[in-house]
T-cell receptor, first 109, second 116 residues
Framework: TQLLEQSPQFLSIQEGENLTVYCNSSSVFSSLQWYRQEPGEGPVLLVTVVTGGEVKKLKRLTFQFGDARKDSSLHITAAQPGDTGLYLCAGQFTGKLIFGQGTTLQVKP | DSGVTQTPKHLITATGQRVTLRCSPRSGDLSVYWYQQSLDQGLQFLIQYYNGEERAKGNILERFSAQQFPDLHSELNLSSLELGDSALYFC???????????????FGEGSWLTVV
């Protein structure tokens, strides 16, 4: 079983649509991070959320950390083809950075 | 460009063989991490070194070993290779340890290993 469960695993949408990706755990995390990975490249950090209930915005991307610090969400408004990629959440657990399985997003023009 | 350099980028080898993957961290980074990414297992943490010493261990097989040298570069050694070891192996680096507040981890582009 995964410490961090992401849903959905795959998402294919049309340009302009909104979407939300979820990252859930039964464990409490001091912080959660979201990464984006494109084919042939390593994951790149998008944001770190630290405080329960925290909301951070990065252009059309909105990240939220759950009040209990066990879950997080990533919402993309008006998705663009350039948003296509693998989105990964990650959290510190016993000194290790553990990743969820990832959500593969495809945005069609 | 993250500043983390991994070699080789691609490697094809036979079962039973041994390979070494090399990583140069970003300038000034003391921590090096190794991850394995496969389609069915996702991104799995293998091991972390900080300033030459092992700091944390994940799901690393006994056939695998790693070290960080005094110049801070790291090597991941994979031996007695099996078909299931085929994966993308990432090295990452950061200034401090994984638990450090505000510590950003930068990933290299990975080494594709195919075992045939």
């Amino acid at each position: 079983t995964q410490l961090l469960e992401q849903s959905p695993q795959f998402l294919s949408i049309q340009e302009g649509e909104n979407l939300t990706v979820y990252c859930n755990s039964s464990s409490v995390f001091s912080s959660l991070q979201w990464y984006r990975q494109e084919p042939g490249e390593g994951p790149v950090l998008l944001v770190t959320v630290v405080t329960g209930g925290e909301v951070k915005k990065l252009k059309r991307l909105t990240f939220q950390f759950g009040d209990a610090r066990k879950d997080s969400s990533l919402h993309i408004t008006a998705a663009q083809p350039g948003d296509t990629g693998l989105y990964l959440c990650a959290g510190q657990f016993t000194g290790k950075l553990i990743f969820g399985q990832g959500t593969t997003l495809q945005v069609k023009p | 460009d993250s500043g983390v350099t991994q070699t080789p980028k691609h490697l094809i080898t036979a079962t039973g063989q041994r390979v070494t993957l090399r990583c140069s961290p970003r300038s000034g980074d003391l921590s090096v991490y190794w991850y394995q990414q496969s389609l069915d297992q996702g991104l799995q943490f293998l091991i972390q070194y900080y300033n030459g010493e092992e700091r944390a261990k994940g799901n690393i097989l006994e056939r695998f070993s790693a070290q960080q040298f005094p110049d801070l570069h790291s090597e991941l050694n994979l031996s007695s290779l099996e078909l299931g070891d085929s994966a993308l192996y990432f090295c990452a680096s950061s200034r401090g340890g994984a638990g450090s507040s505000g510590n950003t981890i930068y990933f290299g582009e990975g080494s594709w290993l195919t075992v045939v």
